[in-house]
């Protein structure tokens, strides 16, 4: 075979590039695959804190995936990553508090690797599947993707041409302006209909003690209103930059690293647009905007105290006197209230009360809330069978194909669309 012709292109390499490549390597070791990603190491989730979700729903986009085929797929994907479950106390206090206030806690099964040591899994994953003869193209930017009737032709930075029998598209939420290009250009139907916009909380760790008993707890509260992607020990909130504005998010170390004592989650409305608003990335773009107009350029963030009393933060207050500590992610001091929807402030905050009736403390006056954290989902596309399939020769999976919303969702939706190649014959 032709060093530019392979049975298999895997775009991305990330969990669902992952998951696919080890599935298909297992099953199909006669397979000739090459893995092509833009970064210089697979990104997302697993290069940084790494937290393992091994419990359906989290993770898992609902509208694709029924309990008993994401738990089919969980021990898979735990057999690959190989995660140290963490032990979780007193559960059952913190679900009835939950219950008490209209909220569920979700038991789910956890493992936390942390940014500093999260490297080393992905350079074993790597060695692993280049020991199973797949090639990987790292710093190389897929840019075009053309489908015929004896295969595939991707483009790579414009200009070089390799064939593939079938292609698998996983390039995450960042992918997204990639992944519309391809969809509009192969007449792939699509639809877009969901955003998850929120804040980011950021306290002591006294005042979020449940983090000693469960790493990552997951409350889900009315009006789609979730906690998600917790981070304690040596956490900080970090910046995610877009091309005109940037989003935050957060992240932890390891447990061998000592810790800040802080805390940081999001909490996330998840938007499900009508008629005739119909674009969630739109919507999303929007927002950000709006805060980055209002921030100065950067995003915002206010103390709890100051927004109980309907008064902006100034950047003063963001000392670390005897009753608070200062921001670990310093952006502009002000008033969540000029940027956030109303409605989407309004659900949030009535979730905040509920959590603090839970684990009395979290709305400590000094607690901070950075906006804007908000979740986007690519276009999603019509997919033609259970495997993810959106054309002949052509899957696309993972969170930018909004089949995931995390690490071990997005590594099932890999072997998925691995089991539909394998179905098919080999090339789809
Ligand atoms: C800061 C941060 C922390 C997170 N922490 C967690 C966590 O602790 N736990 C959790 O479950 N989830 C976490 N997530 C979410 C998690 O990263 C995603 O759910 C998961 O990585 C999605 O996997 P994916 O394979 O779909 O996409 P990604 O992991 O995003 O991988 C996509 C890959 O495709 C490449 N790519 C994109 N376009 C192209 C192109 N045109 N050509 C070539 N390559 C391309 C990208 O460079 C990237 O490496 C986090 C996300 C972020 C941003």
């Not at 997302?44 to 008993?68: H, M, S, V």
């Not at 994907?77 to 032990?87: D, H, M, S, W, Y």
């Not at 209209?102 to 942390?114: M, P, S």
């Not at 009508?274 to 963030?301: C, N, T, W, Y």
């Amino acid at each position: 075979m032709a060093s530019d012709q392979y049975d298999v292109i895997i775009i991305g390499t990330g969990p669902a590039a992952l998951g696919a490549a080890f599935h298909l390597t297992e099953q199909r070791p006669s397979l000739s695959i090459l893995m092509i990603d833009k970064a210089p190491v697979c990104s997302g989730g697993l290069l940084n804190d790494c937290k393992q979700n091994y419990t359906f729903p989290i993770g898992f986009a609902e509208e694709y995936w029924t309990r008993e085929e994401a738990e089919r797929l969980l021990p898979l994907v735990e057999e690959r990553l190989r995660p140290a479950i963490k032990e979780q106390k007193n559960l059952e206090t913190y679900r009835r508090r939950a219950e008490r206030v209209g909220a569920i806690l979700y038991d789910v099964r956890q493992a936390h690797v942390g940014t500093d040591r999260s490297r080393l899994l992905i350079r074993r994953l790597m060695d692993e599947l280049a020991g199973r003869g797949v090639r990987v193209m790292l710093e190389c930017e897929v840019t075009g993707i053309r489908e015929g009737d004896g295969g595939a032709e991707v483009t790579v930075g414009g200009t070089e041409r390799l064939r593939a029998g079938t292609v698998i598209v996983a390039p995450g939420r960042r992918g997204f302006g990639f992944l519309q290009r391809i969809m509009e250009q192969l007449g792939i139907p699509y639809i877009d209909n969901i955003v998850d916009v929120g804040i980011r909380v950021e306290t002591r760790l006294d005042n979020y003690p449940i983090v000693r008993d469960y790493y990552d707890p997951k409350f889900y509260f009315p009006e789609r209103v979730r906690t998600f992607c917790t981070n304690s020990g040596h956490a900080r909130v970090v910046l995610e930059r877009y091309e005109d504005f940037s989003l935050v998010n957060g992240h932890a170390l390891s447990e061998e690293k000592s810790g800040n004592d802080l805390v940081n989650f999001a909490l996330l409305k998840t938007i499900g647009l009508k008629d005739p608003v119909r674009s969630g990335h739109q919507m999303a773009l929007f927002l950000g905007r709006l805060a980055h107009e209002i921030g100065g350029g950067r995003p915002l963030m206010q103390r709890v105290g100051d927004f109980r009393m309907g008064r902006r933060s100034s950047a003063e207050t963001f000392n670390d006197d005897l009753y608070s500590f200062r921001p670990t992610c310093p952006v502009t001091a002000g008033d969540l209230g000029l940027a956030v929807p109303a409605k989407i402030m309004r659900h949030i905050w009535a979730a905040l009360k509920k959590l603090d009736t839970i684990v009395p403390g979290v709305l400590h006056p000094s607690t901070i809330m950075y906006y804007p954290e908000i979740k986007m989902y690519a276009n999603k596309p019509t997919f033609i069978d259970p495997h993810f399939r959106v054309s002949p020769r052509l899957y696309m999976i993972g969170d930018g194909a909004g089949t995931s919303r995390g690490i071990t969702g997005a590594w099932a939706s890999g072997i998925r669309a691995a089991e539909g190649i394998v179905r098919a014959g080999g090339q789809g």
